[in-house]
């Protein structure tokens, strides 16, 4: 293992070399990709590190097997040739030999094998935590909910910020100059406290996604209709990116994930001001909204939450998601809209369902409701909702 470490390191020092970084920016560019990087990311957990090792570990076997093989069979080709006078051996069969290759390759499986089964057994487990995270996967953001621990009752949704006019859109070229960060950049980041264990608890509620941090060695899949769960405890201070890496749908590449790991003073502060922006956001119900208040404000959650399936210009995605100008549940009655918004719909038209969006407060569901009843074309009668009728409906 000692060698397999050194090789590691030898091995990363060719990947910065190669991508021309000098060592010192290494550590600014910690936690994600690298460009040219030829080996996996620097760990900061345990786990990782063990990850990493035993890669450089199969990777030493595999060579000298590769090594030993062919170099066997050219000195045999190339030693034992015709032009040389030799001629084929006529033995049936070496008991010896069968052996040989019987043992060595059960020696070497087994040697792979040990070290491997203690890295994956310490990866399952999840006991003693000190933060407990629900992470649910949706087309296409995370959610994350606070469980257990300090800052427990702190609900967000992820999404993707880097801005679209650095994206494009098939046939139409960015317009903006690309970050270092670029698809790798969140609106708000999980954060956590160093040294201490998180653990993950996961699902989706559409199709299956997956959640990965490679610095952490964690990939989990997200599994609509079940619970996994996975964890890691971060032993650096630092930003810390990943991407869902299970096909999801057409957004598969726009939902990264970013995780800020902190000192347990920062935390506490950073759950302070958490719980604060909630309470603030936590908009009194009982108040009357205008109508220009509510498609101002709905605009913003429509633009945050909704264009990704239904588009900017409300006409959904033919075959595959529903359009929402002209749509005979926009211009409808408003009670089966706020029904479809807080539990979700799974009509049989398109293949992807509905999901629930019970995680907005009242006064973003009221306010992207009115926004869609009064643009594109649509004039619907019932044309405000107020936060009121949709906490009503939650009961």
């Known amino acids: 293992m000692t060698y397999a470490k050194r090789l590691q390191a030898l091995m990363f020092g060719l990947a910065v070399t190669a991508a021309g970084l000098p060592a010192l920016a290494v550590a600014q560019v910690q936690g994600r990709p690298i460009e040219n990087q030829l080996n996996l990311q620097m760990p900061v957990t345990r786990i990782a590190d063990e990850i990493n090792t035993l890669h450089t570990w199969m990777m030493v076997v595999c060579l000298v097997i590769f090594v030993a093989v062919f170099g066997v069979m050219f000195y045999s080709v190339f030693k034992h040739r015709r032009s040389q006078g030799h001629k084929a051996a006529t033995f049936h069969e070496s008991t010896a030999v069968e052996i040989a290759w019987t043992v060595v390759p059960f020696l070497i499986v087994i040697g792979m094998a040990l070290p491997a089964t ?5 990866m399952k487990d999840t006991s003693n935590a000190d933060l407990t995270i629900k992470v649910t ?5 995370w959610g994350y909910d606070y469980l257990k621990g300090e800052g427990e009752g702190i609900s967000f949704l992820s999404n993707l910020s880097t801005p679209r006019s650095q994206v494009g859109s098939p046939g139409v070229a960015p317009t903006e100059a690309r970050n270092e960060n670029y698809l790798l950049e969140v609106d708000n980041e999980v954060v956590v406290p160093v040294n201490k264990k998180v653990r993950l608890v996961l699902t989706a509620n559409d ?3 997956a959640w990965t941090i490679p610095a952490f060695g964690v990939k989990q899949d997200a599994i609509p209709g079940f ?9 650096k201070i630092g930003t810390y990116r990943g991407n869902c890496v299970e096909l999801c749908g057409k957004e598969h590449a726009f939902m990264p994930i970013v995780v800020r790991v902190v000192s347990d003073a920062d935390y506490s502060a950073w759950v302070a001001g958490k719980q604060k922006e909630m309470a603030a956001l936590a908009d ?3 108040k009357v909204w205008t109508i220009d208040e509510l498609k101002t404000k709905g605009e913003t959650v429509y633009n945050t939450n909704c264009i990704a399936c239904h588009q900017a210009n409300g006409k959904g995605v033919p075959g595959a998601f529903a359009p929402l100008d002209g749509s005979a549940l926009v211009l409808g009655p408003k009670a ?3 029904d479809v918004l807080l539990n979700g719909q799974k009509s049989g038209k398109y293949p992807s369902e509905m999901p629930a969006w019970k995680q907005l407060s009242d006064s973003d569901i009221a306010a992207v409701i009115t ?3 009064n643009s594109w074309s649509n004039k619907a009668a019932e044309n405000i909702v107020q936060p009121a009728e949709v906490l009503a409906a939650r009961k």
């Open 118 to 122: 203690k890295t994956v057994v310490a």
């Open 137 to 141: 996967g949706m087309q296409w953001k």
């Open 207 to 209: 199709v299956i996604h």
């Open 227 to 235: 619970v996994r769960d996975t964890w890691f405890k971060a032993e």
């Open 284 to 286: 009194d119900p009982t």
């Open 336 to 338: 089966p809209q706020i």
């Open 371 to 373: 926004y869609t009843r």
